[in-house]
């Protein structure tokens, strides 16, 4: 079964404990029973020391130049050589093989010179099968053999053509006993052990203690500054940090939304209010300009007669946009085909792309349909590609149409310098304008009108400038 790290954090502090007791606990025993032993450390140590030993024995037999062929004379001869080699390898016995013969044997640790010693039959036989290796390999054979109580190293080395073998032999008495050694490092072992096992608790507590005080000071700073985050942890504490930082960017944005739906909420009911009392005396000079235009058709002042009414009209117009947040306006959602929708749309943008000598790019595949409001998603898309417009100078604009699993994508992509951090943040905020002499209100009202029938806009940074996408339902909404 998964714990959280820190739920396993606290169960590592345990382990660590109990870790460092049973150390503790060994540590006691082996102080009273040492009873173990490096058996490989010290048979490695003797087994080096007994190859420079049979190195320099048959070294110096190979510097005699005439050897005699008798065994007797050959043991006269090499016995004060193998006991000047020995003299310096303490505990090291020695000597040459003539054929199947023991010559020049010399122990200079315990015998004086030319000293006559017998060879245990045990000894002779393992230093005949080393010879035979060495034979055999070319190299330096070693034998072991426990001998009761004893441990009897060997090694032999053949000679050259007409040379007699070298080897040398070292008896550890009593060697199943010697553990000294091993109780000793087994002790330092498990003491070291302990330490390092309490060293990484403390490690552990202090840094879960820094750790929670940060925390601590962060979740305080958190109720006075929205913005503000916890500072990553390198520990078992990184998952609360990270959820408490997601929690933080989830209260944030759910108070952007509640700010924007607040600031909706109350632009719905000023907007019915001017409705009311706008709309009945818009349509009243509307219809008296135009009666005067009647009358003064052909004379002079028919140009400012026009000018009022433009500017009727354009007032009008902001009237309607305005209507757009009311909650009683749903869009009449139902499904169409995305290519007229397009065509409308371009067909009035065109012109204006056409003063601004900006090139419209469509990308858009045949047959594709979505569950949207017709007239809703016309103002959306012209509001979006007049800005892009706007912003390109005389570079282009791209209007690219996807298909998405359930929905339909449309890209609009211009050539203007693009959005900073702060401007994608606030770019759909009511009465936020980035235009000289705008109202702010163009992209507000397109993402009213696509939430309105199930859609969203987004916007990011493309290859060149801006890019928005407008995503409706590709499917009927449950």
């Given amino acids: 079964m998964w714990f959280p790290r820190i739920v396993a954090a606290q169960r590592l502090q345990t382990w660590l404990l109990w870790t460092a007791l049973v150390s503790l606990c060994l540590t006691g025993i082996l102080v009273f029973d040492l009873t173990r032993n490096l058996r490989t450390v010290v048979i490695g140590d003797a087994n080096r020391n007994l190859k420079n030993a049979v190195n320099e024995l048959l070294q110096a037999a190979e510097l005699k130049r005439a050897l005699p062929s008798e065994a007797d004379e050959l043991d006269q001869l090499l016995k004060p050589v193998s006991y000047e080699v020995l003299r310096s390898h303490a505990d090291i016995e020695g000597g040459y093989l003539w054929g199947d013969q023991v010559v020049g044997h010399s122990f200079p640790t315990y015998t004086e010179p030319g000293s006559t010693l017998r060879q245990p039959a045990v000894e002779n036989t393992e230093i005949m099968i080393a010879l035979a290796e060495s034979r055999q390999s070319g190299h330096i054979a070693h034998r072991s053999r426990q001998d009761g109580n004893d441990l009897v190293l060997i090694a032999a080395i053949a000679g050259a053509q007409g040379k007699p073998a070298a080897w040398c032999l070292r008896r550890m008495l009593n060697f199943s006993d010697a553990s000294e050694v091993t109780k000793r490092l087994l002790l330092i072992a498990v003491m070291v052990i302990a330490l390092i096992t309490t060293c990484a608790v403390l490690t552990l507590s202090f840094n879960l203690q820094r750790g929670f005080a940060q925390i601590q000071s962060g979740l305080a700073r958190l109720e006075t500054e929205a913005s503000y985050r916890l500072p990553d942890q390198n520990h078992e504490l990184r998952p609360i940090v990270q959820a408490i930082n997601t929690m933080a960017e989830s209260r944030e944005s759910l108070e952007r939304d509640l700010r924007r739906e607040d600031r909706l909420r109350v632009m719905g009911r000023v907007v019915a209010g001017i409705a009311h009392e706008i709309k009945n005396p818009l349509n009243s000079l509307r219809l008296t300009v135009r009666l005067l235009a009647r009358r003064l058709q052909g004379e002079s002042p028919a140009e400012e007669v026009n000018l009022i009414t433009g500017e009727i009209d354009r007032l009008d117009a902001l009237l309607r946009s305005l209507l757009v947040f009311r909650d009683d306006e749903p869009g009449k959602v139902r499904e169409q085909e995305m290519q007229p929708i397009l065509d409308r749309t371009l067909a009035l943008v065109r012109p204006h792309a056409q003063e601004r000598r900006v090139h419209l790019q469509v990308h858009s595949p045949l047959d594709c349909h979505a569950f949207v409001d017709g007239d809703y998603l016309q103002q959306a898309l012209m509001n979006v590609l007049l800005n892009a417009i706007d912003v390109s100078g005389r570079g282009r604009v791209d209007l690219t149409v996807e298909r998405q699993p359930r929905r339909l994508a449309i890209r609009v992509e211009d050539s203007g310098p693009g959005l900073t951090a702060e401007q994608r943040e606030r770019v759909f905020e009511a009465f936020y304008t980035t235009k000289p002499g705008g109202t702010g209100l163009g992209?507000?009202?397109?993402?009213?009108?696509?939430?309105?029938?199930?859609?969203?806009?987004?916007?990011?940074?493309?290859?060149?400038?801006?890019?928005?996408?407008?995503?409706?339902p590709a499917e009927r909404p449950a």
């Fill in 443 to 472: 992209l507000a009202v397109t993402r009213t009108l696509l939430e309105k029938m199930g859609g969203t806009i987004e916007v990011g940074k493309g290859d060149r400038g801006a890019v928005f996408t407008v995503s409706v």
